[in-house]
């Protein structure tokens, strides 16, 4: 595919110093100007000021002007308007009012980190050991973002405008809810959910395994339990491991980790998922605040606060 990943998000939030203090104590590095950086990828969120939460602006990358050639075209053919300049494409999602930015950037390379060893029956792996995560002192760091997650009043709309417009494709599909699409080899880097305001619902975070799911999350509820919302589990799309929590402006944020690799279209089958299945293969069941948060009322009425 000519996409290749996702670079960075940019949120809007009422409360930057509180949120960016949020996403410093999650792992991200700060660098001072409203970014935080991940340690394969680089500068992967930016903090702004907005009323409401909100996602401001989606970053992608592509191989080539060439192919910022053809988005531009195909945009054009749903009527939506782009403009090009040099390596870079700018448009808007029509329906949200998100930026979505792709550029030319090589791709990422992640280096390869030992698997590690988990005893099972008749494999042990780790002999004479403590398990893996004992032995990391050191704080989370997340590897690279994964991907956002959006709500949106033109569901069709969204969707085409990734999909047809965009060139994402097409990993699984929730019936009559949304749409989950990659714009590399990971499972999905957008999730489109149908809602009745366009928000942001939740960034995800690579971290090394399912031990550093539990040890980031942990260390986030120290002092703060309000912040869980939910975790831990496995989800059916994508395969991920994963803990949810909440930032100070009302997102959600993932740590997750195992998730299915598309490396060849052909042998990949999108399957359209109904009830639980859509949304966990085991764990807690999700609580309602996620399915929809608390806040959504007064986001559709312009008199969201944060929290």
């Known amino acids: 595919m000519s996409l290749h990943g996702l670079l960075s998000v940019t949120m809007g939030v009422p409360n930057v ?3 960016a203090a949020y996403y410093t104590d999650f792992g991200l590095a700060p660098s001072g100007d409203g970014w935080f950086s991940t340690t394969d990828a680089g500068r992967q969120l930016r903090i702004e000021y907005a009323p409401s939460r909100r996602l401001v602006e989606l970053r992608v990358a592509a191989d080539d002007t060439d192919d910022l050639g053809r988005i531009s075209a ?4 749903l009527g939506v ?4 300049s040099g390596g870079a494409l700018e448009t808007s999602e029509p329906a949200t009012g998100t930026r979505v930015r792709v550029e030319v950037a090589p791709r990422l390379h992640q280096d390869r980190v030992p698997p590690a060893a988990y005893n099972g029956p008749g494999r042990p792996e780790r002999e004479n050991r403590r398990a893996p995560g004992f032995s990391r002192p050191e704080r989370v760091r997340p590897r690279k973002l994964g ?13 085409a405008f990734f999909i047809e417009g965009l060139g ?8 009559g809810a949304g749409a989950f699409m990659r714009c590399s080899t990971d499972h999905h880097n957008v999730l489109v959910l149908g809602a009745p305001v366009s928000f942001l619902h939740h960034t995800s975070w690579q971290v090394d395994d399912v031990d550093d799911v539990g040890r ?19 989800h059916y799309a994508g395969s991920n491991f994963f803990w949810y929590l909440k930032d100070p402006a009302g997102n959600f944020s993932e740590y997750y980790s195992d998730m299915d690799c598309i490396v060849d279209d052909q042998l990949w089958t999108p399957e359209d998922l109904e009830g639980a299945r859509g949304l966990f293969e085991w764990g807690p069941p999700p609580p309602p605040s996620f399915l929809h948060p608390d806040d959504l009322a007064a986001l559709m009425t312009g008199t969201h606060a944060p929290g």
């Open 216 to 234: 980031g999350a942990h260390a986030m509820l120290e002092g703060s339990p309000e912040r869980h919302v939910w975790g831990l589990g496995r």
């Open 81 to 84: 308007a782009a403009a090009q």
């Open 17 to 19: 110093a509180e949120t």
């Open 147 to 159: 991907h956002a997650v959006l709500g949106s009043t033109d569901l069709e709309r969204s969707m």
């Open 74 to 77: 195909s945009l054009a053919r």
């Open 168 to 175: 994402f494709k097409v990993s699984d599909r929730v019936k």
